[in-house]
């Protein structure tokens, strides 16, 4: 409870819509280079674009065996809370075809399956229904580890006969699905390591359905001045030590911290999103900026 208050406290709803104005030519070039920045910046090194997906996949594969227990030490379990008000704001359906990006420990997919598990049950007093049987969510991750670590948890959990889970190894900026094949699509710490942002974001375009809503939880930029202050002493000089303290890998996490820097800001992001083509774009800031969730709908 003690959590769920300080979350409150420090959270900040700032939700921004977007409509289609052409940038200027100043602002076009501005943008241009903040995403080649972005595809060759690994934290504050630069490196070769070429490089940079090697490397990222090289980080989660040493902390795939750690990544949720770090997820819960760095965040004091607020991360948990993120992500229900990620899939509060998705709104799950039975029935809906679900694609779940940089998923792979399934933190998320799990989380779509009960909250449509817990509608259709309620509705039906606890029968299957035909809608159920035709849910499907998939589960896509570029790394194999990590796609092996939520594989291991979804037998722990009993979903290994779950027949609407699919894990699928495939890249953000190059989607296997067929276009307007998904009702919804969610990516949660997982944009701000690909490459090229707007391939990611064009593709999750591309495959979502009419109507189909777009939600991406990242690690954000703080907002609040004192806290900003305290926020950055406790990136750069806990986070780090407490990898190497429980995961053995302070280099991971120095560049997870750097990489959340190198993230565009808000304002920006949305613009990124709502260039991609998608409307009603907004985003929610949550505890004072630490993360965004930003959303969008294919129309």
Not at 69 to 80: C, E, P
Not at 110 to 124: G, L, P
Not at 136 to 146: A, S, T
Not at 237 to 260: F, K, T
Request: charged share 25%; net charge neutral.
């Amino acid at each position: 409870m003690a959590l769920r208050a300080a979350a409150a406290r420090l959270s900040s709803s700032s939700l921004r819509r977007r409509h289609g104005h052409l940038l200027p030519a100043a602002a076009t070039a501005s943008h241009a280079a903040f995403l080649h920045s972005h595809a060759t910046s690994f934290g504050f090194k630069q490196v070769r674009e070429d490089e940079k997906s090697k490397l990222v996949g090289n980080v989660f594969s040493s902390v795939a065996s750690s990544y949720d227990v770090m997820n819960d030490l760095m965040s004091a379990g607020l991360h948990r809370l993120w992500k229900d008000r990620l899939i509060s704001k998705l709104n799950p359906f039975p029935g809906m075809k679900h694609l779940d990006v940089a998923g792979g420990t399934g933190d998320v997919a799990f989380r779509v399956v009960e909250r449509i598990k817990s509608v259709s049950h309620r509705a039906t007093q606890g029968t299957l229904t035909d809608m159920e049987e035709d849910t499907h969510i998939y589960v896509c991750d570029i790394n194999p580890n990590m796609l092996d670590v939520g594989k291991k948890r979804a037998t722990e959990k009993g979903y290994n006969e779950e027949q609407c889970l699919s894990w699928v190894q495939g890249d953000a900026e190059a989607l296997s699905f067929e276009d307007g094949s998904m009702d919804g699509y969610t990516i949660a710490f997982g944009i701000r390591n690909v490459t090229h942002i707007e391939k990611a974001l064009s593709e999750a375009y591309r495959v979502l359905k009419k109507g189909g809503r777009f939600l991406c939880l990242e690690l954000s930029h703080v907002d609040v001045p004192v806290f900003k202050d305290i926020y950055d002493i406790y990136s750069f000089s806990v986070i780090p030590a407490v990898g190497e303290l429980v995961a053995g890998d302070r280099q991971s996490y120095q560049y997870l911290v750097e990489s959340i820097r190198r993230f565009p800001k808000q304002e920006k992001f949305a613009q990124m999103i709502q260039e991609a083509g998608f409307e009603a774009v907004e985003y929610e800031n949550l505890v004072g900026g630490v993360v965004a969730i930003h959303s969008g709908v294919k129309l």
